[in-house]
C-alpha cells in the first residue's frame, strides 16, 4: 500500500523556520520524482520545489532561497523527503503537500498545515 504521510507543520512567526518531512513507502520511490505542493485558503494548489530521482532540485520564484528540498533514500523501505523553510513570511501560511510522481501516476499524502504570523 503507497503510503505518503507529512510532518513538521505548526505555527511559527515570520521570519522563523520549519522542516517538513514527508515519509514515503509501500514502492520504490528512489525511482520517482517528489515534490512539495502547497494550498492556502481560497486558492489553488501551487508547486513549491521538485527533486529528481538524480537530487536535482527546482524552486517556485516565491519561495527561492529560503526553502530547501532534499531526499533520503538510504532506507530500503521507507523513503523521506524533506523541505526546509527558512524566513517564513505569512503568503507561505497553506497545508502543504507532498507528491510522488512517476510516468503519469501521482500519490498525494493528506497534508500538513503551516501558519506563519505576522
Known amino acids: 500500500q503507497v503510503q505518503l504521510e507529512e510532518s513538521g507543520g505548526g505555527l511559527v512567526q515570520a521570519g522563523g523556520s520549519l522542516r517538513l518531512s514527508c515519509a514515503a513507502s509501500?514502492?520504490?520511490?528512489?525511482?520517482?520524482?517528489m515534490a512539495w505542493y502547497r494550498q492556502a485558503p481560497g486558492k489553488q494548489r501551487e508547486l513549491v520545489a521538485t527533486i529528481t530521482t538524480n537530487g536535482i532540485a527546482t524552486y517556485a520564484d516565491s519561495v527561492k532561497g529560503r526553502f530547501t528540498i532534499s531526499r533520503d533514500n538510504a532506507k530500503l523501505t521507507v523513503y523521506t523527503v524533506y523541505l526546509q523553510m527558512n524566513s517564513l513570511k505569512y503568503e507561505d501560511t497553506a497545508v502543504y503537500y507532498c507528491?510522488?510522481?512517476?510516468?503519469?501516476?501521482?500519490?498525494w499524502g493528506q497534508g500538513t498545515q503551516v501558519t506563519v504570523s505576522s
Open positions: 509501500g514502492v520504490l520511490f528512489s525511482f520517482y520524482n
Open positions: 507528491a510522488a510522481s512517476r510516468f503519469g501516476t501521482t500519490y
